[in-house]
């Protein structure tokens, strides 16, 4: 394997290190802390498989079928819990229903985001709602591929990087498999999301055991952000969240996804799904302040499976223009300042990057 040749260049999937046969790649955080694969040469045999899997190649994206939809799921409990319209949910019950796997980002005991799997109910609240953090896919594609060659419904949700790499890895199609993609700002480093864990925790001296970067409370589309230390509750708005400024202020975005290839409507999975922005504007009679999905069907499968599951949703046909947002157009941009921001993180001590941002 050649090595990518700028850090622009790798989403970090982690689907290079699953697939190689000789188990030559292996995961390394850097100093920002994302994952890239380092690879031993000692052992490649470069059989090119791990160039073949990488999603940031050169394929063809889209084409097919396009149905552009507004839905809010009927059962407010499900919509309350889910961070959008609540299509994800949906969407996970009807293979659940079916004895099938889902697998979408949850947080394991330290609050890591890592993708796992969920088989019911109870497993399907842990990976339900966003998480502005660039999750691990460790080990998911191979259980992906054991699930579907046992014949069983699988559901896989995340950005449309990790869904790419999902698709190339497997290599074909089952009639069983539902690929949902996000509509994707950019995933933040996974190092300092787990340094700001430990230092919420140090100041409220106990263990967290949820955080919720959209809750849903002031019926406001989720600009509350919760959290649990020691079954102790804290709530704030999003944008005071010192995490969440520096993730909105652009300065702890993956370096990829400011050249990221995924911002069109242009996509290989079954659906693409996200917040419905312009809603007040489209439909202003189904603003609720709630949460609305945006839902871009992109297969024949999609189209079947959502004849299925529409009777569960308070939906729409819309035009692409009534759905488009900043991330279906272009890249999100690189701040100026990011370098200073990484330098400083690397001088000071985490409560001291607290402080600043706090201003
Ligand atoms: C990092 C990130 C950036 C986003 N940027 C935008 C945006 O710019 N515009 C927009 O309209 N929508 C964006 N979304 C999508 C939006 O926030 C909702 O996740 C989406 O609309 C689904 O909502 P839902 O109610 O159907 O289901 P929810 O229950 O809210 O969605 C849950 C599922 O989303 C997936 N997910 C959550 N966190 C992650 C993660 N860190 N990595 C991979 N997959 C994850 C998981 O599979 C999870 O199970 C983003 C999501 C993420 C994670
Ligand atoms: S070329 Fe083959 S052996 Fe070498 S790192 Fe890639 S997948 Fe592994
Ligand atoms: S994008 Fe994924 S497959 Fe490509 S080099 Fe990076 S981790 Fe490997
Ligand atoms: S912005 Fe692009 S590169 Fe970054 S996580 Fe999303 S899909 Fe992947």
Known sequence: MKKY???????????????????????????????????????????????????????????GLKLYLGAQAKDEGLRYSSSSGGVFAVLAEYVIKRQGSV?????????????????????????KRTKYVQSSMEGIYRRIEKNLEENRWVLFCGTPCQAQALMLFLKKTYEKLIVVDLVCYGVPSPGIWEDYVRYLEHKHRGKMTVFSFRDKRNKDNGHVRSYVIDGV??????????????????????????????????????????????????????????????????????????????????WFVCKKKDLLQPRLLSQTSQARVRWIFWLLYRCLPFWMIAKLMER
């Open 5 to 63: 040749q700028k850090k622009e260049a790798c989403c970090g999937c982690g689907a290079c290190a699953e697939i190689c046969p000789a188990k030559a790649v292996t995961m390394i955080r850097d100093q920002e802390g994302f994952c890239y694969p380092q690879v031993n040469q000692s052992v490649c045999t470069e059989c090119g498989k791990c160039r073949q899997v990488c999603p940031v190649g050169e394929q063809e994206r889209g084409g």
């Open 103 to 127: 697998y979408g980002a949850g947080y394991d005991g330290n609050m890591r985001v890592i993708h796992t799997e969920a088989s019911n109910q109870i497993q399907l609240e842990r990976i």
């Open 233 to 314: 509750e804290y709530v704030d708005s999003l944008y005071q969240d010192i995490y969440c400024k520096m993730y909105f202020r652009n300065y702890i975005l993956r370096p990829s996804c400011h050249h990221c290839k995924f911002c069109s409507v242009d996509r290989n999975s079954d659906f693409t799904i996200g917040d419905f922005w312009s809603i007040d504007c489209v439909r202003p009679d189904l603003e609720d302040g709630m949460g609305t999905s945006m839902v871009i069907v992109h297969s024949e499968r999609g189209k079947r499976i959502w004849k299925e599951i529409e009777g569960e949703f308070v």
